[in-house]
């Protein structure tokens, strides 16, 4: 046996190679892309492929981290707050979208979120998404946007008040429709306008 494979056993589990990990982590990071940019899917596979490329130059690094998508998900947040920052002034909005297949058993519900978040500043709207949505702890949220925990905690309770007008008398009855979150994320959703 030669040296070099006895002393790559010794050294414990392989960190996942950068295609695997893109495999296993790619439709979180374009979910939470999607949410972030308030429904526009082009702006969120641009910015999950964006994060990538950052994450593919550093991956020998990267992923020996404890957590490399947690640090996969901080990329992507930065990479939007970063665009919104830097954003061309010759994009133009349209109020036209593309026509896509959803299996979403309540689209309307999905739209009205969608333009509840989109009204709202960047980094509220990344707060939320990261809180509820993906379902993080205050902490968590902070370190990923690099906030304090009180600075996390006052977004969110000003982004859902804002939400909260935005979606009128019908809030409660859509926070617990959303599919795909918990009974306690909606229960803490709830709380924080209530």
């Not at 893109?22 to 429904?39: C, E, I, N, P």
């Not at 999905?110 to 709207?125: M, Q």
């Not at 707060?127 to 977004?155: I, N």
């Amino acid at each position: 046996m030669d040296q070099s494979s006895s002393a790559g056993s010794q050294a414990g589990p392989r960190p996942p190679e950068f295609p695997d990990f893109v495999a296993s982590r790619g439709r979180q990071l374009l979910r939470t892309a999607f949410l972030l940019t308030g429904g526009d899917v082009y702006l969120a596979e641009d910015l999950v492929q964006e994060a990538l490329g950052r994450i593919f130059v550093k991956w020998r690094k990267i992923a020996r981290l404890e957590n490399p998508s947690g640090y996969a998900q901080t990329v992507l947040v930065n990479t939007f707050l970063s665009h919104r920052r830097r954003r061309s002034a010759s994009e133009r909005v349209t109020a036209e979208f593309p026509d896509v297949a959803v299996d979403d058993p309540d689209p309307a519900l999905r739209l009205t979120l969608l333009r509840a978040l989109g009204e709202l500043p960047a980094k509220d709207r990344a707060v939320l998404v990261l809180r509820f949505w993906e379902d993080r702890s205050v902490e968590e949220t902070a370190a990923a946007l690099r906030l304090s925990s009180v600075a996390v905690r006052s977004r969110s309770s000003r982004a859902l008040a804002r939400m909260r007008i935005v979606l009128g008398d019908d809030f409660d009855v859509t926070v617990r429709r959303v599919p795909g979150t918990s009974p306690s994320t909606q229960k803490a959703v709830l709380r924080h306008v209530n």
